[in-house]
């Protein structure tokens, strides 16, 4: 009888304090701007996925939006050869979502090189582009790099 009671109490108290729950720590949106060509750039891809991981690995949702002269990274981090590639990897093992700028593609020659797959991902809600706005609505923060 002692048993059953503490099991029951061990039970309500995992209810109670939301074992289970699916809900995330918190929900952060990643903007990676910033092109391949320079260390800069290099730099900020790195971070950007630095800290996209950290935050997922720590029961953080996270959106990794590849904007502007960024989405070139969004065709650079598929291939093996790409010194970051494995970093991607991972994260998409963490389940990160992303979005690709649907109107930078284009402007940025990136279109043609990604995947059918990757195509899937071109947001272009807001004027062309993915609004920021969808995900703060959704209780996302926005980190900018």
């Known amino acids: 009888m002692k048993r059953l009671v503490l099991s029951a109490v061990l039970l309500l108290g995992l209810v109670a304090s939301g074992f289970g729950d699916q809900e995330p720590k918190g929900r952060y949106v990643i903007v990676l701007q910033a092109g391949a060509e320079t260390n800069e750039g290099m730099a ?24 502007g002269a960024g989405t070139g990274w969004a065709a650079e981090l598929r291939k093996p050869e790409n010194p970051l590639h494995e970093h991607y990897n991972k994260l998409k093992e963490l389940g990160l979502m ?27 809600d807001y004027e062309g582009h ?9 209780g996302y923060r926005i980190i900018a790099l």
């Open 130 to 138: 993915p609004s920021l706005v969808k995900w703060i609505e959704k």
């Open 44 to 67: 900020r891809a790195v971070h950007a996925l630095l800290y996209a991981r950290e935050l997922a690995e720590n029961g953080y949702d996270v959106v990794l939006i590849f904007d």
């Open 98 to 124: 992303e979005e690709i700028c649907d109107y930078c593609a284009e402007v940025f020659d990136v279109k043609k090189r990604l995947s059918e797959q990757q195509k899937k991902l071109l947001s272009g």
